[in-house]
T-cell receptor, first 110, second 114 residues
Framework: SQELEQSPQSLIVQEGKNLTINCTSS?????LYWYKQKYGEGLIFLMM?????EEKSHEKITAKLDEKKQQSSLHITASQPSHAGIYLC??????????FGQGTTLQVKP | KAGVTQTPRYLIKTRGQQVTLSCSPI?????VSWYQQTPGQGLQFLFE???????NKGNFPGRFSGRQFSNSRSEMNVSTLELGDSALYLC?????????????FGPGTRLTVT
């Protein structure tokens, strides 16, 4: 079965610093989704990527799906305390099942 | 448009009991998916219902079951609760089935089993 592996598992950065979170799939990705979650709450959709090489940005967050469609990265520029939370990648495994990475916990120190 | 709502938000149960969680989707959405989130296993797909039929199922024991009503509201039931069932249970609704595309998540129900 397909699996998603996220790295790092946790991250502490100083406010204003850039950071990158990676999501690697064991199989070809047909749709890769990034979410943000505040502890104990629901998921907030950030971005969806479908085509190899696709890159999307929203405010200071950029996500990219590599050409071979097995890895995605989420980059945050000039991090702020409001960026703190858990970032999850999710995917359609093409059999109807929906899978997620383990999540990356981000802390931003003021 | 109102978002996805889940009730109750918090629940404490004892081992061996059963529990029913409820999810009301966004108006017009016919697909409801359920997920379990724990610190150890992360976010895992339980099952998905579309137009009152279970369309997809994750790898969970038969103690976990669900159903969907004609108004698309869905319930999830866990029988013979175990300590390991303590988790955040999330539901999400969408127009389409079998994809995360267009899924909107509810705030979750925090279940604690003692």
């Amino acid at each position: 079965s397909q699996e998603l592996e996220q790295s790092p598992q946790s991250l502490i950065v100083q406010e204003g610093k850039n950071l990158t979170i990676n999501c690697t799939s064991s199989k070809t990705l047909y749709g890769l989704y990034w979410y943000k979650q505040k502890y104990g709450e629901g998921l907030i959709f950030l971005m969806m990527l479908q085509k190899g090489g696709e890159e999307k940005s929203h405010e200071k967050i950029t996500a990219k799906l590599d050409e071979k469609k097995q890895q995605s990265s989420l980059h945050i520029t000039a991090s702020q305390p409001s960026h703190a939370g858990i970032y999850l990648c999710g995917a359609d495994d093409n059999t109807g099942k929906l899978i997620f990475g383990q999540g990356t916990t981000l802390q931003v120190k003021p | 448009k109102a978002g996805v709502t889940q009730t109750p938000r918090y629940l404490i149960k004892t081992r061996g009991q059963q529990v029913t969680l409820s999810c009301s989707p966004i108006s017009g959405h016919r697909s409801v998916s359920w997920y379990q989130q724990t610190p150890g296993q992360g976010l895992q797909f339980l099952f998905e219902y579309f137009s009152e039929t279970q369309r997809n199922k994750g790898n969970f024991p038969g103690r976990f079951s669900g159903r969907q009503f004609s108004n698309s509201r869905s319930e999830m039931n866990v029988s013979t609760l175990e300590l390991g069932d303590s988790a955040l249970y999330l539901c999400a609704s969408s127009l389409r089935t079998g994809t995360l595309n267009g899924q909107y998540f509810g705030p979750g129900t925090r279940l604690t089993v003692t």
